[in-house]
């Protein structure tokens, strides 16, 4: 038998599954593609979180986009973080090209010019609806640990919330907050010595300098009414496909605290909104963090342990995480120890850390007679 029908032979043992799958290429040997040995993923495991990782300009966003179509196309909601503003293309059918119908002929799949269900979301001025979530929403928990406070400090919020909700005063934004701490600590002292306790001057202006570092991240955008509905984000349309939501952030690359704030939310809003549904056969609903990186920028040990939770446990609510980055170590052990799928694009090796890096991440990998994927990893 010829080596190329072995490989064939290989790769259509491996990816053949019972469940519903789909189509992510096809498998080359020695720079030729292998005519029939297509590469699948089921549907079942994109729950299960993933990483795609790559050097700038090896094809990332081409693949997050080329899932996230054949997620649509079998009914699966999407959520896509647009970083670098290159992703609302989805939303109209490409042109003809001979390019695209000559490599969808070698990996056996025909090509038809398509338009994807597509809703523009917005956190600031770029198009689309604005998301918003309030202060309360939050819970004194989950705001505390955006604001990276200390113990005594988180004690102090705790109390402002509990005030808050006693008194049937709603906290919308950020002033609403910064507000009740200023009456707390100075006004209405007296009033809530008894039951509540005493508000220290050094603990309201430590967080109040808090809330001032998160405004000047032009947070306050984001905080107040009307609340985004995560059912907003699991609809499909009159075909059936799923809805693709494109989060336009190119404006809030700067600013990582924004963007850690929003993602905490939603995903905290979407494990408490949904029903556990066990290890479903097709998703609810996958969300890709593209330049994920800007997620963990800054963040606070008490941020990441939140997140590591939330990653942890949102997979019974059928919803998968796909962070897409440059390195693997962009992502925290922790977290990068809960994705259940990895497809890797080309790495580049400038220095001895970056050629360890590397061998490290071909490690990571089975061993195949096929490949030397060490050497492969940098083509």
């Known amino acids: 038998m010829a080596k190329s029908d072995e490989f064939r032979d290989h790769i259509q043992q491996g990816y053949t599954f019972k469940d ?78 001979p390019k695209i119908h000559e490599r969808h002929a070698k990996i056996g799949s025909p090509w038809k010019p398509m338009q994807y269900p597509v809703e523009l979301l917005s956190l600031s001025g770029e198009p689309g609806a604005r998301l918003r979530a309030t202060v309360s929403e939050f819970g004194p928990v989950l705001f505390s640990k955006i604001l990276g406070v200390n113990e005594t400090q988180a004690g102090v919020i705790s109390l402002v919330f509990k005030y808050c909700d006693d008194k049937h005063l709603p906290l919308l934004d950020l002033k609403d907050f910064r507000k009740a701490l200023q009456f707390l600590t100075y006004d209405g002292k007296d009033e809530i010595a008894g039951e509540y306790g005493a508000i220290s001057p050094a603990s309201s202006g430590a967080i109040l300098r808090k809330v001032v570092e998160l405004e000047e991240q032009d947070a306050d955008v984001f905080f107040g009414e009307k609340s985004f509905d995560v059912q907003d984000l699991l609809r499909t349309d009159d075909r059936g496909m799923g809805l693709i939501h494109i989060v336009r952030l190119t404006d809030i690359q700067d600013r990582p605290k924004l963007f850690s704030t929003f993602m905490l939310s ?114």
């Open 20 to 97: 519903d799958s789909i189509l992510l290429g096809a498998a080359m040997l020695e720079g030729e593609v292998v005519s029939g040995a297509q590469v699948s993923a089921p549907l079942r495991t994109f729950n299960r979180h993933g990483l795609i990782a790559g050097a700038t300009g090896t094809g990332k966003t081409k693949t997050l986009q080329n899932i996230a179509e054949r997620l649509s196309e079998k009914g699966v909601p999407v959520l896509l973080m647009d970083i670098k503003g290159d992703l609302s293309g989805l939303a109209a059918a490409a042109a003809e090209n």
């Open 266 to 379: 939603l995903l905290a809003e979407v494990y408490s909104t949904l029903p556990e549904v066990g290890d479903k056969a097709d998703p609810k609903l996958i969300i890709f963090l593209d330049e994920a990186h800007l997620i963990f920028n800054e963040a606070s040990k008490a941020l990441l342990s939140q997140l590591e939770a939330i990653v942890k446990l949102i997979r019974s609510k059928g919803v998968g995480l796909f962070f897409v980055t440059q390195l693997p170590t962009d992502v925290p052990d922790e977290i990068l120890s809960q994705l259940g799928m990895k497809i890797q694009h080309a790495l580049r090796a400038f220095t001895a850390k970056d050629r360890q890096a590397i061998k490290l991440t071909a490690e990571n990998y089975p061993i195949t007679a096929y490949y030397d994927t060490a050497t492969v990893l940098t083509h």
